[in-house]
T-cell receptor
Framework: DAKTTQPPSMDCAEGRAANLPCNHSTISGNEYVYWYRQIHSQGPQYIIH???NNETNEMASLIITEDRKSSTLILPHATLRDTAVYYCIADKANAGGTSYGKLTFGQGTILTVHP | KAGVTQTPRYLIKTRGQQVTLSCSPISGHRSVSWYQQTPGQGLQFLFEYFSETQRNKGNFPGRFSGRQFSNSRSEMNVSTLELGDSALYLC?????????????FGDGTRLSIL
């Protein structure tokens, strides 16, 4: 799986948009970009994923650059409950062999939302 | 729909003992993956099971093993426990085939070795 690079930490004011960047310059054509977050003492929570088109769901939006070398996760109106570690992962999913069921987590970005 | 359930939530063992952790996936999910999370190494993949067969394995010693039952429930076992095995053990489930589906995680079993 392609390596991803994220800033170690970011701050955001409550009610403002949180924009979390991720670099995946070596991503291959069959790798999707996934975002998960982990709130303290809980398991990781799936947020969103995409291949090359921008995606939006009830939690967030995902913007992927046209060359697919980077992406941004957007939490439109951050709340205190969004304080968590956010992981960006490039994943081949069930493409066979060593990709089955394996997510490769980096260190992620610690997002702190302030009142 | 019920989420992924892991039992027990907390466990304390001593060196040399063995331990079995349990995971019940989301109904209809046939793939179960296990991860170890420590402050030093972060989240690391242990293995994945699909339809009772191990399809993928991470870089862990043979003391770490697992299995999956016909109802997709899974267990992992760690034998001859070492202090370094103290960690949060996470289980995740997904449909396991047919393209890209996200993994859904339980809240883990926190294992402490004395």
């Amino acid at each position: 799986d392609a390596k991803t690079t994220q800033p170690p930490s970011m701050d955001c004011a409550e009610g403002r948009a949180a924009n979390l960047p991720c670099n995946h310059s070596t991503i291959s054509g069959n790798e999707y970009v996934y975002w998960y977050r982990q709130i303290h003492s809980q398991g990781p929570q799936y947020i969103i994923h995409g291949l090359k088109n921008n995606e939006t769901n009830e939690m967030a939006s995902l913007i992927i650059t046209e060359d697919r070398k980077s992406s941004t996760l957007i939490l439109p109106h951050a709340t205190l409950r969004d304080t968590a570690v956010y992981y960006c992962i490039a994943d081949k999913a069930n493409a066979g062999g060593t990709s089955y069921g394996k997510l490769t987590f980096g260190q992620g970005t610690i997002l702190t939302v302030h009142p | 729909k019920a989420g992924v359930t892991q039992t027990p939530r907390y466990l304390i063992k001593t060196r040399g003992q063995q331990v079995t952790l349990s995971c019940s996936p989301i109904s209809g999910h046939r793939s179960v993956s296990w991860y170890q999370q420590t402050p030093g190494q972060g989240l690391q993949f242990l293995f994945e099971y699909f339809s009772e067969t191990q399809r993928n394995k991470g870089n862990f010693p043979g003391r770490f093993s697992g299995r999956q039952f016909s109802n997709s429930r899974s267990e992992m076992n760690v034998s001859t426990l070492e202090l370094g095995d103290s960690a949060l053990y996470l289980c995740a489930s997904s449909q396991g085939q047919g393209g890209h589906q996200p993994q859904h995680f339980g809240d883990g079993t926190r294992l402490s070795i004395l």
